[in-house]
């Protein structure tokens, strides 16, 4: 058993930051990938930013420059800080991590519940 519990959404004003942390527990072997999904109203779910065992990044075109995705391994945790916020970054973040459990033979893809993001005019 896994869980991915997400923290720190909330109201923001445009061109104000926020910081959103993930922290993964249960019987982890390891973790690979982490990434950051968000769906806005009306919307399918994308890809905000992703960070992989190795360190190395990828991010969404359109947070380029403004959010940046980080990871501390020894606390199975996972942060996104987020500046520069605009009304279109509005939207429900989700965390995601492929996890292997000690008891597991592969590795699963696990979701948070999401943390509702919202950045008013």
């Known amino acids: 058993q896994v869980q991915l519990v997400e923290s720190g959404g909330g109201l923001v004003q445009a061109g104000g930051s926020l910081r959103l942390s993930c922290a993964a527990s249960g019987s982890i072997f390891s973790i690979n990938t982490m990434a950051w999904y968000r769906q806005a109203p009306g919307k399918q779910r994308e890809l905000v930013a992703a960070?992989?065992?190795?360190?190395?990044?990828n991010y969404a075109d359109s947070v380029k420059g403004r959010f940046t995705i980080s990871r501390d391994t020894a606390k199975n945790t996972v942060h996104l800080q987020m500046n520069s916020l605009k009304p279109e970054d509005t939207a429900i973040y989700y965390c995601?991590?492929?996890?292997?459990?000690?008891?597991?033979?592969?590795?699963?893809?696990?979701w948070g519940k999401g943390t509702l993001v919202t950045v008013s005019s």
């Open positions: 995601n991590a492929d996890i292997a459990l000690y008891y597991s033979d592969y590795v699963r893809v696990y």
């Open positions: 960070i992989f065992s190795g360190g190395s990044t």
